[in-house]
């Protein structure tokens, strides 16, 4: 097992989304910490809510890409998030993202899906 870091954050309902998410995730991964959560303001989007943001500490003995589409994927999926495109897609209620694994940033090639 190594030690991956999953961004978790979300601007709709985050008291009730960001501890489903982190919840989800630990069913399928252990957590080893949880991170303090912050608002930050929505980029480009004024009149949108603040995000809160924050880190999952796991452990995992997948690929990035597994983690991506086998497990943060679905957490998404059964959170409500229902687009994979970037907005104005529909807003997704939580976003999880894998960062880093064992401590090395995991690049935008592995984190595309496979084929």
Same mark, same amino acid.
């Given at each position: 097992?190594?030690?991956i870091?999953?961004?978790?954050g979300?601007?709709?309902?985050?008291? *009730?989304?960001?501890?489903?998410?982190v919840?989800?995730?630990?069913?399928?991964? %252990? /957590?080893? #910490?949880? @991170?303090?959560?912050?608002?930050? %303001? #929505? /980029?480009?989007?004024?009149?949108? %809510?603040?995000?809160?943001?924050? $880190?999952?500490?796991?452990?995992?003995?997948?690929?990035? +890409?597994? $983690? +991506?589409? @086998?497990?943060?994927?679905? $957490?998404?999926?059964?959170?409500?998030? @229902?687009?994979?495109?970037?907005?104005? #897609?529909?807003? %997704? *209620?939580?976003?999880? *993202?894998?960062?880093?694994?064992?401590?090395?940033?995991?690049?935008?090639?592995?984190?595309?899906?496979?084929?």
């Amino acid at each position: 097992m190594i030690d991956i870091f999953i961004a978790v954050g979300s601007n709709i309902d985050p008291e *009730r989304s960001i501890p489903e998410a982190v919840l989800l995730v630990g069913e399928e991964l %252990p /957590i080893l #910490a949880v @991170s303090p959560f912050y608002l930050s %303001p #929505a /980029i480009g989007r004024p009149d949108d %809510p603040p995000f809160a943001n924050g $880190v999952v500490a796991a452990q995992a003995d997948l690929s990035a +890409k597994d $983690v +991506k589409y @086998s497990i943060l994927r679905g $957490v998404e999926s059964r959170l409500g998030r @229902s687009g994979l495109r970037p907005w104005p #897609a529909i807003r %997704p *209620r939580v976003e999880a *993202r894998l960062r880093a694994m064992a401590g090395v940033p995991v690049s935008e090639s592995e984190r595309r899906p496979p084929g």
